[in-house]
């Protein structure tokens, strides 16, 4: 079952971290990938922006709404990701906890699946 690991980091922290900071957390980010890899558990990952440079897109009523970041209304921002192929949730779960990351942001862990439920 493939699961997506949403590292959600707090507005501010990579500026609190600095350029070295942020380069020594990179590169433990790269080693967690890494490893996943040679386990055979890695389907994909990436680094996102800041959320400063990001946007946010809405069609209502054949209307476009773009709202620029950074988004005052939210206290975290997506900073990247893992796509992780595991046997169960409590693997994926297990992954999110090795992950550096998980030191200074929250990893949310989501099963890859439909958009539609049935929660009955």
Known sequence: MAYMLLILEKHGDRQARGFEGGKEAYAAMLRFRDDLKARGL???????????????VEQRDGKRVVVDGPFAESKEMIGGYFLVDCASREEAIDLAAQCPASAWATIEVREIGTCFEDLG
């Open 42 to 56: 890695h389907i994909s990952s990436d680094a996102l922006r800041g959320d400063y440079q990001g946007a946010r």
